[in-house]
């Protein structure tokens, strides 16, 4: 049957086809990062400096948040631009026929790969820049809702892995595309409330200077938390961006409801930890110590008070 040049127009139109103008190659220049962290130093500055005695200065920690999400958010497309590009190369190299067209497409689709793989770092770079800038802003790490923050231009060492990417990249045998390899160590503590706020800090020193023991005896340490942002969670994630540590995120599956702590608990301990780091929290923290020690992962106690050693706690209060 045949059709009008119209017809052949709105086909390739609903087909979301167009014709291809000609361009240059597709640029691979980086941004100058001296130039981009004083950039988006000079903007936060600017803008953040209006929130103060306004309506907008409860809001200002969520926009804040949503500034470093917005370079986030461009680098995942790009990454997904690279991901289909990598899958469109095997294809042609599958098929590669020695032709001129095969060999000028498996040219171009490298060229587009190298383009999108460069704003990948670049992107990631503006939001690591972003990010630093939101610790300094509010006091702890930033991290994506719901997925994780690789940053691919410096060897995932200051990688945020969501729990559920990493578990199921483990399950397809992917491990390595969703975690740096390094040794896990499990940090676990809960919600503690403080009568003042010297107590607030001594907690807050404990914490850092027992996972900076912690990291001299481990070098290649990979901290794993359940997330939780209200609790002391939240010190140790602000620790590990300080120390450019890999961070793998176990939140818990809400749809388990009362099972959802104890099945966490499960999955940390099947990562083979070197160590569980404990602070003080609810029943199923203590489950988790139970198990650890039954399955000989050392446990470096600090359940006393305000994240102490709790022998040492004791013998001082008998002293006393």
């Known amino acids: 049957m045949h059709t009008n040049l119209a017809a052949q127009l709105a086909a390739l139109e609903l087909g979301h086809l167009n014709v291809a103008r000609p361009s240059t190659s597709p640029c691979t220049e980086s941004i100058d990062p001296d130039a981009a962290e004083q950039t988006l130093a000079a903007v936060w500055s600017d803008l953040f400096a209006l929130f103060p005695d306004t309506a907008l200065e409860d809001d200002a920690e969520e926009i804040a948040w949503a500034f470093v999400n917005l370079f986030h958010r461009a680098a995942a497309k ?32 490298i060229e587009r790969a190298r383009a999108a793989e460069a704003a990948m770092l670049g992107l990631e770079a503006l939001r690591e820049t972003a990010a630093l800038l939101y610790m300094r802003e509010t006091g702890h790490s930033w991290r994506p809702a719901g997925s994780s923050r690789l940053n691919h231009g410096a060897g995932c060492t200051s990688a945020v892995v969501n729990g559920r990417d990493f578990l199921r990249a483990r399950a397809e045998s992917r491990r390595r595309a969703a975690m740096p390899e390094g040794t896990p160590v499990l940090f676990a503590g809960g919600r503690l409330s403080f009568e003042t706020d010297e107590q607030a800090k001594t907690l807050a020193t404990n914490v850092w200077e027992t996972l900076d023991r912690v990291r001299d005896r481990v070098a290649d340490l990979i901290l794993v938390h359940g997330g939780d942002s209200k609790g002391i969670d939240r010190l140790a994630a602000s620790w590990a961006e300080r120390r450019k540590v890999p961070q793998l995120v176990l939140g818990l599956e809400t749809r388990l409801g009362q099972r959802a702590g104890f099945k966490r608990n499960e999955q940390m301990l099947s990562l083979n930890p070197r160590c569980l780091v404990a602070f003080a929290g609810n029943g199923v923290l203590e489950r988790l110590v139970i198990q650890a020690k039954e399955r000989g992962v050392p446990v470096v106690d600090r359940r006393g008070p305000l994240g102490t050693n709790p022998k040492r706690a004791a013998r001082a209060a008998q002293a006393a």
Request: hydrophobic letters at 35%; a negative charge.
């Open 78 to 109: 790009r990454l997904a631009q690279v991901d289909r590009a990598t899958d469109e190369i095997r294809c042609l190299l599958a098929s590669a026929d020695g032709s001129e067209v095969h060999s000028g497409q498996l040219e171009t689709e």
